[in-house]
């Protein structure tokens, strides 16, 4: 079997599909007339018996995710019921964003070492010689500022004043955080230029105030505020980074689709990502802006905190649970 020959010509039925889907997206079922009902219909059970064939053959994995993703969603479409979106949302949080992670495991970690190295590089590179944190990354704007740079000098931490203005804190904190989460997101647009130097400038930027504080003896008092929704927060500034290299892979390499077609289906899978880090960064700003800053409650309660969010994003991401996808392979297994 010729198996080039064979996505050429199914190909357009693939298309044909997708196209009924984004008119249901937009005016659901009841505004397709009986035609196309019914090639909706003809369509699902050809694309189903085609992802049963992807797999047989055992072509790339990019082939047989995207048919799968189309065959979910016909699904949802030619056997749904009266829906209901509190419920949408909580399969898409519980099963769909975790499976996106699991599928986009790759870039997640290239975004991971792409924040780490530099933060681990500057970090002794500024215990080595603590004149690094004043290079400047832009003219008059060093890596740390003046203001901070005399305020680890003189042995206090920048954080006490949040403590007594926790709302206010809580409002700046969430909102910074979704500023570098959407713009490692965004960038992606920019071949993957963008994000990737969001990442490390923002790696560079942590680690270099670390290696000041520890430098000063202050380490620890860092750790302690930063413990607590350190992990929550540089999770979902990852899973953004790992968003932003997806869409800049498509454009970079978009494989046997025109460049215009990849970016359409990375942006879909991007924006699925991206969207799952909407919950973390608010439970880290929460954590940051009420917890983190307290001085009255213990370094060890605090580093609990980190553990204990630790392992919720480890069983919530990277356990599997009962699917779509799942089901999708019950459904079309005899197809």
């Known amino acids: 079997m010729n198996v080039e020959r064979w996505l050429k010509t199914r190909r ?42 992807a797999r047989a053959l055992k072509l790339s994995h990019e082939v047989q995710t995207y048919l799968n993703n189309l065959v979910v969603r016909a699904h949802n479409q030619v056997y ?33 070492t792409l924040f780490l190295l530099p933060a681990v590089g500057s970090f002794f590179a500024v215990t080595h010689d603590v004149k690094f944190a004043q290079l400047e990354i832009a003219k008059g704007h060093p890596l740390v500022s003046e203001d901070l740079w005399n305020t680890i000098q003189h042995r206090k931490m920048w954080t006490d004043a949040v403590q ?22 965004v960038f992606g647009i920019t071949f993957g230029v963008g994000t990737v130097y969001v990442l490390i400038f923002n790696g560079i930027s942590i680690g270099t105030v670390f290696g000041l504080c520890h430098a000063h003896g202050m380490a620890h008092r860092l750790s302690q505020f ?26 970079l390499f978009p494989g046997q689709y025109k460049r215009i077609v990849a970016f359409r289906r990375a942006c879909k899978t991007a924006l699925g990502l991206f969207s799952g880090t909407v919950p973390i960064l608010f439970v880290a700003g929460c954590i ?29 991401l990277f356990i599997p649970r009962g699917a779509q996808g799942d089901m999708t392979e019950d459904s079309t297994g005899g197809a």
């Open 164 to 185: 007594d203005s926790s709302p206010t804190a809580f409002s700046l904190i969430a909102t910074n955080n979704i500023r570098i989460a959407i713009m490692a997101f």
């Open 12 to 53: 357009t039925t693939w298309e044909k599909l997708e196209e009924l889907l984004k008119l249901t997206d937009k005016q659901g079922v009841a505004g397709l007339d009986r035609q196309q009902l019914q090639e909706l219909g003809r369509l699902y059970r050809t694309t189903s018996a085609d992802l049963s064939r």
């Open 226 to 251: 930063v413990a607590p929704h350190g992990v929550l927060e540089l999770m979902a500034i990852f899973i953004s980074g790992a968003a932003g290299l997806v869409i800049g892979k498509s454009l």
């Open 80 to 112: 749904q019921t009266d829906r209901n979106r509190w419920l949408d949302l909580f399969r898409f949080l519980w099963v769909e964003f975790p499976r996106l992670i699991r599928e986009n495991i790759l870039y997640l970690a290239l975004s991971t």
């Open 288 to 316: 940051e802006g009420f917890v983190s800053p307290r001085t009255d409650i213990q370094p060890d309660t605090k580093y609990l905190v980190s553990v204990c969010t630790g392992i919720f994003l480890m069983l919530y």
